[in-house]
T-cell receptor, first 118, second 114 residues
Framework: GAVVSQHPSRVICKSGTSVKIECRSL??????MFWYRQFPKQSLMLMAT?????????EQGVEKDKFLINHASLTLSTLTVTSAHPEDSSFYIC??????????????FGPGTRLTVL | GNSVTQMEGPVTLSEEAFLTINCTYT??????LFWYVQYPGEGLQLLLK?????DKGSNKGFEATYRKETTSFHLEKGSVQVSDSAVYFC?????????????FGTGTRLKVLA
């Protein structure tokens, strides 16, 4: 149980294009999902907290117009990197929290999406 | 604010050696503590967790004990294998603002040689 998937696993795009990454909770409902960015050989940096049916909460320094987050259902959140540039190349990881008493403090992670912008 | 400090890597060990990766934390209240493992090119997998003081999390031969008096959650394994080569992240979460955000350590790369 508590499986999170991400799609695509890898994407290569040209500079200036937009890329959408999907994060799905497969066997549970997730009111809250999280988006992280990981640079090579570094830790995870929280970008934003995605809340179903409401606006995402972005961490300081993260451009909300650059990284659009939509959490339209209890099992799906999307991250769109708009007008991508080479510096946006990174490993993006999502996680989801199961809205169940006793499980609120644990996140389940997706396998990650490797974005390369040429 | 809350923080997690991990020992810097990389850590290189021979197969069957004893492993310790240190993790200490700073947090208000009563955080939950986690160890995650990341294999090359993959996402994070939960290795073990502990939710209150003196709890011991264990999985696949790895153990860590929640020590509130020393604010530590050190990861140990008695006999490592080549397949344990990965990056290990210590993390905590607490109620904080109500969203239970994770705070991650910087990660420790482990390389086990045959």
């Amino acid at each position: 149980g508590a499986v999170v998937s991400q799609h695509p696993s890898r994407v290569i795009c040209k500079s200036g294009t937009s890329v959408k990454i999907e994060c799905r909770s497969l066997d549970f409902q997730a009111t809250t999902m999280f988006w992280y960015r990981q640079f090579p050989k570094q830790s995870l940096m929280l970008m934003a907290t995605s809340n179903e049916g409401s606006k995402a909460t972005y961490e300081q320094g993260v451009e909300k117009d650059k990284f659009l987050i939509n959490h339209a259902s209890l099992t799906l959140s999307t991250l769109t990197v708009t007008s991508a540039h080479p510096e946006d190349s990174s490993f993006y990881i999502c996680s989801a929290r199961e809205e169940k008493a006793g499980r609120l403090n644990e996140q389940f992670f997706g396998p990650g999406t490797r974005l390369t912008v040429l | 604010g809350n923080s997690v400090t991990q020992m810097e890597g990389p850590v290189t060990l021979s197969e069957e050696a004893f492993l310790t990766i240190n993790c200490t934390y700073t947090a208000t209240g009563y955080p939950s503590l986690f160890w995650y493992v990341q294999y090359p090119g993959e996402g994070l997998q939960l290795l073990l967790k502990a939710t209150k003081a003196d709890d011991k999390g264990s999985n696949k031969g790895f153990e860590a004990t929640y020590r509130k008096e020393t604010t530590s959650f050190h990861l140990e394994k008695g006999s490592v294998q080549v397949s344990d080569s990965a990056v290990y992240f210590c993390a905590l979460t607490s109620r904080g603002s109500g969203t239970y955000k994770y705070i991650f350590g910087t990660g420790t790369r482990l390389k086990v040689l045959a």
